[in-house]
């Protein structure tokens, strides 16, 4: 029942990931977000760390445990995640700001990603985003620094995605992005994408727009 969120753990880790199934008892379903299609590991850069305001009290009663850890981006850039589990009997309002990870890139916006509800918001660095998270519950948000009118969160089948985002170059109104691996690819992106090209094939009919970005 709890592999989901075990897997989310394991990913927030920054470590190495082992599972105890019985062969022929896998879900590959619950895996594939950790692993590319060669089942290299989508690893962080650190281990995980409790944001400051989860240090003095106690989850089991009230509010949450949130870990955030940081990944390359596009070569030179860091990106952040936060993950946030409710080990209460009760629902909880959990709360973050992107300043709330210290070694994430620098910028005035972030982009927030909430992985579980496949939403997107612009943020500035000590705004503060809110998510309602039921008892047993957990929620995964990616936060990428804004660059301008597009960024490329990589590939949004897996937690860690945007560290799939191996390069990132823009020639005017044209933004080029090398990914180590196929799948759903994601973007935030203010203005509406005229073109959108795949290894040479124009996709631009396959692309989907789910909310405001």
Known sequence: EAAVKHSMLRAISGGPIYFSDKVGNTIPEVLSPLVYSDGKILRMDRSAKPTEDCLFIDPLKEGGLKLHNVTSWGQKKKGGIISAYNVSPSNQKVSFTPSDIP???????????????????????????????????????????????????????????????ENITENGNTQTVVLHATGTVGWASKKAAKKVVLNGSDVTKDVKQNGEF
């Open 103 to 165: 070694d994430i890139e620098k910028s005035d916006r972030y982009w927030i990603y909430n992985f579980i509800k496949k939403n997107v918001v612009s943020l500035g660095k000590n705004e503060a985003f809110s998510d309602d998270i039921e008892s047993g519950g957990f929620g995964w948000y990616v936060i990428l620094p804004e660059t301008g009118n597009i960024d490329c969160f990589g590939l949004i089948d897996k937690y860690v995605c945007f560290q799939a985002v």
